[in-house]
């Protein structure tokens, strides 16, 4: 049957590999384009840019964190509901907050991962000429930017933007009688909203692509663990998405038509809306690293010019993360008045979600090992990936056990995780695939020297800023303080604040290097050869950029993506696409493959 | 930065520490040995010419292990967590105790409402002190945690003690100090602008001093004395406090 | 490109994946999470139903049952004469094919029509979402009741319309005839996508006017 | 039922069923029968009735069986957080 129904009906829809194929005009090709090539630059492009917002506001937050009530320098250029003579007002500190969290986690990192690698990478490496449904994807990206542009509006609409943290807690977002924000909080919630379509459409499409489209002899032990990831990543963003869409809407009704889910008052929940959201959010956080796991597990392996250790248990490790991070929610609402009860059972989920994770560090830890490691810059910031992420899943132990959580429970340990796991980990691992596949995108190479400086002094004002902050938590520093000097415990810790603050302003002012970096080499930059990594995967075998439509044809599979250094080969790397010596035909059959 | 924590004025609070310290303990061994072995592994393998990598997918028997080692070592942190956290959260085994407060939080004040001469809580002659929260030494007190408009957090640093105060919920809490002093609580939970300075104070007393402090606010409450500068009584929309709760820092 | 279009098709043969065609199986994957979007709306309450039964009123009390029955039949009947459109299809019959979307159509319509009335008259009553006037109203139950109902079934209807709206779309490309038993992954992905939200009233109906 | 239609499943003699189940439900609702039992026999009745749907008209039972094992994904998700977050309540 299924046969049948696959010679009958593959080719009676438009967008299967290839497609049609005609010169578009200027505005087709880079605006309203359907390339996923281009698709992937232009989320590319926004996300950064919503990744200095968040920067600048976090940026924000460290001089009120440091130097509390002091004028912001340029702060006067801001309206006087926000930073009166510069200096920063709390109404105005927690709308910072909320919308450093919300920019980074949801449009800076999320878009960063499915959006730029998840469309660049899905049709190339598995050998498809683009996405299942093109014009999806461009909708997606689409829908992404007006979904952006109402998130930075909010900021200056009548008593500004949403201040009731990235996680939104009902009542205080529910009414805005408690915060004073009402148009800003429904913009919040519309925002994501429209984001949320734009994610689950991105997801349909990168599914259906990588089940439907790969090319022959690619099986599913033979996609890069960067697909893998992608894959089970999607999945993760379809199920969970949906989640925060039908939380948002009832918390937006609770604000505009006078419901009352969210609000005890008239019978509703508070703690409903923590459930429906962190029911969402902890697989969100999942969907913000499995990419950067898969994306590091395939550079340290060409790096180190050896095969991923342990290939299939890392693809049983994806699996298994995405699955566990359903049943570990209620991590976060151990001091929330949840049943205590269930408190317990979380505790022990969210124990063993850190054993697939120790099966990647090791496996990554056994990539490395007996290789011939090759410094190049995206090895690099993997590296630096490995060992924050160390870092911040360990510190996730802590607070998994339940009586520490009591202590450190909402405090600055807890902003040491965040950051931990999602720029050591997440933005490390986006600034290594970024700079591993821009050739790609744009057929020039970073500059390496630069690459690398950056990186090293990334690393050292990160930590520099953010491992202090696990000892602010440890003395009980609460989060989302707009001025910590007001508890006398820690007043006395101001030259901490000041010290990771001042490491802050030195860390943004870093990465002006990797901007500069970025946008010059797009036009001076060495221009790069096909394959000049000497990588394995099939996006190596097409020029870079890959012209309209990817491949000239169908490439043919022979093997997995991690063949460095096999003896079959006098190179140190088999590409995937490369036939075997030993056939004689230019282009063998396919392997006739169990599926 | 210090990864030692400040000692502890509750009863469960070494409890709470103890298994900080076995956590600390064990991360650090894992953190050394990870970060030890990625570090020597990128020196050790760094690139040479002439050499090429050793051709090698995995091993059944290193995954076996490092799934396994770790499964025990989380699960055992786990179930080391459960009986603490069951003494600490769990209704069923609180201690019974003698003494029982309200503590009903609002937009940046914490109300505390004592049963009054009666002994009952929730008759007409409780009283309500701000931000103030008297609690006599070494004995079990029960905290009903309401809330008033959005969520608060009751965060004793130096008990050791958080919980979430929410409205349309009475949560039980209870926790026993080890030593009279003043201790700093703070609110954990953004709960608005004010949430940076909506600070309180709890004044542990020896049960005499406590007895005596009582004696005195119900007086005070019943109209039979007139108010001395001892005296935080509740008005809404109180806000002069915040200074006077700053300068007493730990005990 | 054009070498590629020429080539013989086993060699661009891709991967054997699910043997479904994109186009389907992309609404399958999208219908995914419509289950969860429903999940989130539906779980909400049962679970608000559960911890305030004392909000919620007997079936029949406020919602009109009758009514709803009747148009829970008429989504029904729409789901077969969708079904029938896409087995008209099937057989190359275009004449059945636009028959039965045409029934379709007036079926969806009519079902999204009559929930319209209800609401009017629901309104009327008093039963509003705002929780303030619900409780003026002196209506059974509580403002949990209307809200969680509005809910749900506000948003299976926009469900409906929508899937009228994309009904009609694929009417008119079938008067041009733009489908034949070889190309009919339109009229099914709509079919899947209309039986879906018939499958949501299924349950919609039980839990929010009959328990 | 209908000529012609030997291939396809049997389109409307499902159509009867579900009809026939759903006046079912509204006169399982009119009975009295205690809350329990009748809320048991309305949640069994639906759940007939939605995979009746699922398996004919959306065809799911004529397609491969990795489908249903896809379309079965959110299912122990659903279960999860209804079961769980009930626990709240009880
Ligand atoms: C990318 C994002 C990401 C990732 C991967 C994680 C991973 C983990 N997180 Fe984290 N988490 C967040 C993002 C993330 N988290 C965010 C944003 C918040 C705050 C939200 C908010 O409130 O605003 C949060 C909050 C948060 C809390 C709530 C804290 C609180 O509010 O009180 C908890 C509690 O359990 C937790 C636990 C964990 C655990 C156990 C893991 C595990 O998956 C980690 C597993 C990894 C390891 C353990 C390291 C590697 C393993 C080894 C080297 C093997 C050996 C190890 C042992 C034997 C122990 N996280
Ligand atoms: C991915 C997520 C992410 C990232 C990257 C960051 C990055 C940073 N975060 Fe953030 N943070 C969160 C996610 C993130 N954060 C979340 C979820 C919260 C919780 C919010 C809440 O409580 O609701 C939080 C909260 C939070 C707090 C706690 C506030 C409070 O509780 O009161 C603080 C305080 O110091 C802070 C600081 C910082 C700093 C200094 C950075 C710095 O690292 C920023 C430096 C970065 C830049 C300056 C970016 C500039 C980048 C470039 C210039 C590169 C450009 C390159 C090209 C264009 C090619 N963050
Ligand atoms: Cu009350 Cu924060
Ligand atoms: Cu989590």
Redesign the interface.
């Known amino acids: ?3 049948t ?2 010679a ?3 080719w ?2 438009p ?4 497609g049609e ?1 005609h010169e578009p005009s200027f505005i087709r090709k880079y605006i309203f384009s359907t390339d996923h090539k281009i698709i992937a630059i232009q989320f590319l492009v926004t996300s950064l840019f919503f990744l200095i917002v968040g920067g600048l506001l976090a940026v924000m937050i460290r001089w009120q964190l440091g130097f509390p009530g002091a004028p912001l320098p340029g702060g006067d250029l801001l309206p006087d509901t926000m930073a009166p003579g510069g200096i920063i007002l709390p109404e105005f500190y927690n709308a910072m907050v909320t919308m450093h969290g919300t920019f980074m986690i949801f449009f800076a990192i999320m878009p960063l991962m499915v959006g730029v690698f998840g469309n660049l990478l899905i049709p190339l490496q598995i050998g ?2 683009d996405m ?2 093109p014009k ?1 994807n461009m909708l997606s990206f689409w829908l992404a930017v007006p979904a952006g542009f109402i998130m930075l509006a909010s900021f200056f609409v009548e008593g500004g933007a949403a201040g009731a943290g990235w996680t939104a807690y009902a009542p205080l977002s529910a009414d805005g009688e408690y915060t004073g924000v009402y148009l800003g909080q429904q913009l919040w919630l519309v925002s994501l909203f429209i984001l949320g379509f734009s994610s ?1 459409a991105g ?3 990168y ?2 692509t990588i ?9 599913w032990f033979r996609l890069p663990l960067t697909i893998w990831s992608l894959f089970i990543t999607s999945f993760l963003v ?10 948002l ?2 918390l937006l ?1 609770d604000q505009t ?5 969210f ?1 005890p ?5 508070p703690l ?1 809306w923590q459930h ?1 959201f962190w029911f969402f959010g902890h697989p969100e956080v999942y969907i913000l690293i499995l990419p950067a796991m898969g994306i590091v597990s395939d550079i340290l392996s060409n790096g180190a010019r050896k095969p991923v250790f342990g290939y299939h248990a890392m693809v049983l490790a994806i699996i298994a993360i995405a699955f566990l991070g359903w049943i570990v929610w209620g991590h976060h609402m151990f001091m929330s008045g949840m049943n205590p009860m269930l408190g317990t059972t979380f505790m022990i989920t969210t124990m063993v979600i850190a054993v697939p994770s120790a099966i990647k560090v090791f496996n990554w830890l056994g990539t490395l090992w007996r290789g011939n490691i090759e410094f190049h810059a995206p090895l690099l910031y993997s590296v630096g990936f490995v060992s924050l992420f160390i870092v911040g899943g360990l510190s996730g132990i802590f607070m998994a056990s339940t009586p520490v959580d009591i202590y450190i429970h909402d405090t600055y340990f807890i902003v040491a995780h965040i950051h931990y796991v999602l720029f050591g980990g997440s933005l490390f691992a986006i600034f290594a695939g970024i700079t591993f596949w821009y050739p790609k995108m744009f057929g020039r190479m970073m500059s390496s020297f630069w690459n690398k400086i950056h990186f090293v002094l990334t690393f050292i004002f990160y930590s520099m800023a953010f491992f202090p902050m696990h000892g602010l938590g440890l003395e009980g520093m609460m989060r989302r303080l707009y001025d910590p000097t007001q508890y006398a415990y820690l007043a006395e810790l101001q030259p901490w604040n000041q010290f990771i603050s001042i490491s802050v302003f030195l860390l943004a002012a870093t990465q002006v290097i990797y901007f500069a970096n970025f946008t010059l080499s797009l036009w001076k930059g060495e221009k790069a050869t096909a394959n000049p990594w000497r990588a394995n995967s099939l996006e190596w075998s097409v020029p870079s950029p890959p012209p ?2 990817n ?4 490439p043919i599979v022979y093997r997995g993506p991690y063949e460095y250094s096999s003896p079959e080969s006098d190179e140190d790397f088999y590409p995937q696409f490369v036939p075997p010596r030993q056939k004689t035909a230019p ?1 063998p059959e396919p392997q006739p ?1 169990a ?1 | 930065m210090n990864w030692l924590l400040d000692p502890s004025f509750s009863t469960f609070g070494p409890d709470i520490d103890r298994l900080y310290y076995i956590i600390l303990v064990i991360t650090g061994l894992v953190f050394v040995l990870t970060e030890f072995l990625l570090f020597y592994f990128l020196f050790k393998y760094r690139k040479k010419e002439g050499r090429k990598a050793e051709y090698s997918h995995g091993s059944t028997k290193a995954e076996v292990i490092w799934t396994l080692i770790p499964f025990v070592i989380v699960v055992a942190i786990g179930l080391m967590s459960v009986s603490v956290w069951d003494q600490i959260k769990n209704p069923v085994e609180f201690p019974n105790p003698d003494y029982e407060i309200i503590v009903s939080a609002r937009q940046f004040e914490w109300d505390a409402i004592y049963p009054g001469a009666d002994g009952e809580l929730g008759t007409e002659d409780d009283f309500t002190v701000l931000n103030r929260i008297h609690v006599p030494v070494n004995e079990p007190i029960l905290v009903h945690l309401e809330a008033e408009d959005v969520i608060h957090s009751f965060f004793v640093p130096d008990f050791r003690l958080k919980q979430d105060a929410v409205p349309g919920m009475t949560i039980p809490v209870w926790f026993e100090v080890t030593e009279p002093g003043e201790y700093i609580l703070g609110c954990a939970e953004l709960c608005g602008i004010g949430h940076y300075r909506m600070d309180g104070m709890i004044v542990v007393l020896t049960a005499e001093e406590y007895r005596e402090w009582e004696a005195g606010q119900i007086a005070f409450h019943s109209g039979e004395r007139s108010p001395d500068e001892g005296d935080v009584v509740a008005s809404r929309g109180d806000e002069e406090d915040s200074d006077e709760t700053q300068d007493t820092g730990g005990p | ?1 054009s ?3 020429t ?1 013989p098709i086993e ?16 609404i ?14 539906i ?2 309450y ?3 139903r ?3 039964p004392d ?1 919620f009123a007997a ?2 009390e406020v919602l009109n ?1 009758p009514l709803t ?1 009747v148009n ?2 008429i989504l ?2 729409s ?2 004469t ?3 459109a896409y ?1 008209a299809i099937e ?1 190359d019959d275009q004449k059945g094919l636009k028959q039965w979307l045409l029934a379709t159509i007036v079926l969806g319509s009519t079902f999204v029509g009559v929930q319209v009335y209800e609401y009017i008259h629901l309104v009327n009553d008093g039963f509003v ?5 619900y ?1 003026e109203s002196g209506l059974a139950g ?3 009741y209307s ?2 109902f509005y ?1 749900m079934t506000g ?1 299976h209807g926009v469900h409906v319309a929508l899937g009228v709206g994309a009904l009609i779309f694929i009417l008119i490309k079938a008067m041009r005839g733009a489908y034949s038993s ?4 339109g009229v099914e992905g709509v ?2 996508y209309w ?2 939200v ?2 949501v009233w ?2 919609l ?3 929010v ?3 | 039922m209908q000529h ?2 030997s291939a ?1 499943p049997p ?2 003699m ?2 009867v069923v ?2 026939v189940l ?2 079912a ?2 006169g ?2 009119l009975v009295d029968m205690g809350r329990g039992m ?2 048991a026999l ?2 069994l ?2 759940l007939v ?2 995979v009746l ?2 398996l ?3 065809h799911l039972r004529f ?2 069986k ?2 249903w094992i ?2 079965a ?2 299912l122990p ?2 279960a999860i ?2 079961l769980t ?2 626990q ?2 009880r």
């Open positions: 049957m299924s046969a129904a696959a009958k009906t593959d009676d829809q967008g299967f590999a290839g194929h498809a000429g299942a449904f999806l689950i997801a349909v499409n599914v259906t089940i439907n489209m790969r090319a022959p002899g690619l099986t379809l199920l969970a998405i949906p989640i925060l869409a039908g939380a809407i009832m009704t038509l006078g419901t009352t889910f609000l008052a008239g019978g509703g929940e409903l429906l309209h439509g491949f000239e044809r169908i282009r493959t599926d | 490109m070498q590629a279009a080539m060699e661009r043969a891709p991967e054997p994946g699910l043997g479904i065609y994109n186009l389907k199986l992309g399958w994957i999208f219908l995914l999470s419509e289950v969860m979007f429903f999940t989130a709306l779980g909400s049962v679970i608000l559960f911890a305030h909000h079936p029949g049952v029955a829970t039949f029904i009947c789901s077969v969708m079904v029938k087995a057989k979402p705002d929780a303030q006037a409780v509580g403002p949990l809200s969680t809910l948003f070889q190309r009919l992954g079919g899947l039986h879906f018939d499958l299924i349950v109906f039980t839990i006017y009959l328990i | 012609g239609e396809h389109y409307m499902i159509w579900l009809a759903m006046f439900k509204v399982v609702s009748s809320i309305l949640v009745i639906s009735s939605a749907v699922a004919y008209y959306m397609e491969p990795k489908l896809l379309a994904l959110p998700l659903i957080l209804i977050v009930i709240e309540f």
